[in-house]
């Protein structure tokens, strides 16, 4: 390598971080003179939630596993933080690239800021503006450091204008995550999942639950799978479970209210668009999903008090619902009352090449 080729050291580390990542590694490997590092936090380290991703995703071999693994918030964000900041002072990147809103996206930014190294945030701007939420936090300090600010929407724009950030540090560059999408929802087809699931083309529900907010209290959780019981005395409700929640059930003892429910474990990433992009409703409390299920049109219950992703609610198909009301609001949904919806602009696929041309710009 010359000393004049640019270093980029992309960071991933939690599942929500790999599809973001995969599309924009591609986009760069076409440009001259530029030399892409990745690395690997560990802060998921089984394989399906996180190896997995990196193969089906044909992302490259990492170039260095941080191997941190699950700890409190304080002890997880360190230990990247100490980990991270001696690969910095190894490879002395020109950039670094961080993604969404994890405790590794924070974690690195914090780092590479310190040693003033440039830092890009993809899926910047994004505001739920609750703090009890640690990826709020992740996400404020995130942009706030952050040197290149991509944002998936108009919304972040006016977030980060009122937060007092530069014009000038902003780029409004489309979902990303819809580029991985596009790009796999072809082979996505329900044949893939027959050996697990037994379901028909938009017959189902499919659901995910991973926020502690909504797995970790005992009342909360009771009351969400009391209402997934309900609807699964009705309509086939499939259930790949995070880690997490299922400690939770196990905990709790709340196996009896997943009795009528197809449970599995957490899935890959083209196994699970399979499921999703053929269901008649998802019901979850992922950031991701909300984005995924409006750029497939397919009916969305969010189980949570607000959104960062309000624009999957005015524009897309996403509603945010409490354990009371899915039911009424699943009434509508297979009554086909259902209102009309359009994909955000830019969530067409094309985002890295806009975030590849933004970098460019910025480092010439
Ligand atoms: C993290 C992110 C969240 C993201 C989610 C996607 C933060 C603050 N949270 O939450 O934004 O939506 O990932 O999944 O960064 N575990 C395993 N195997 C693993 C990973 C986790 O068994 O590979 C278990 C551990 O018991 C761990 C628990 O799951 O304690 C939670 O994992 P953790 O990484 O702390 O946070 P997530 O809830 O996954």
Known sequence: MSSRDK??????????????????MDALSTVPRVRQLLVNTGQHYDAAMAGGFIRELSLPIPDRDLEVGSASHAVQTANVMIRFEQVCLEEK????????????????????????????????????????????????????????????????????????????RVYFVGNIMIDTLFRH???????????????????????????????????????????VAAIASETPVVFPMHPRTQARVNEFGLRHLLKGVCVLGPMGYIDFLSLTSHAKVVLTDSGGIQE??????????????????????????????????????????????????????????????????????RAT
């Not at 790999?18 to 924009?24: G, R």
């Not at 910047?124 to 929407?153: H, K, Q, W």
């Open 7 to 24: 270093t980029i050291l992309h960071v991933v580390g939690a599942r929500p971080n790999y599809m973001k990542i995969a599309p924009l």
């Open 93 to 168: 990147p020109d950039l670094v690239v961080v993604v969404g809103d994890v405790n590794s996206t924070m974690a690195a930014t914090l780092v590479a800021s310190k040693l003033l190294i440039p830092v890009a945030h993809v899926e910047a701007g994004l505001r739920s503006f609750d703090r009890t939420m640690p990826e709020e936090i992740n996400r404020v300090v995130t942009d706030r450091l952050a040197d290149i600010l991509l944002t998936p929407s108009r919304d972040a724009d006016e977030n980060l204008a009122r937060e007092g950030v530069a014009a000038e």
């Open 185 to 227: 929802l072809p082979t996505a087809t329900l044949d893939r999942v027959a050996d697990r699931v037994n379901v028909t083309a938009g017959s189902y529900a499919v659901l995910t639950l991973h926020r502690p907010s909504n797995v970790d209290v005992r009342e909360t959780f009771t009351s969400i799978l009391s209402a």
């Open 292 to 361: 995924e299920t409006t750029y497939l049109g397919i009916p969305c219950l969010t189980l949570r008090e607000n959104t960062e992703r309000p624009i999957t609610v005015k524009q897309g198909t996403n509603r945010l619902v409490r354990p009371e009301t899915v039911h009424g609001h699943l009434e509508a949904i297979l009554s086909g009352k259902w209102p009309k919806t359009t994909v955000p602009p830019l969530w067409d696929g094309k985002t890295a090449d806009r975030v590849a041309r933004s970098l460019k710009a």
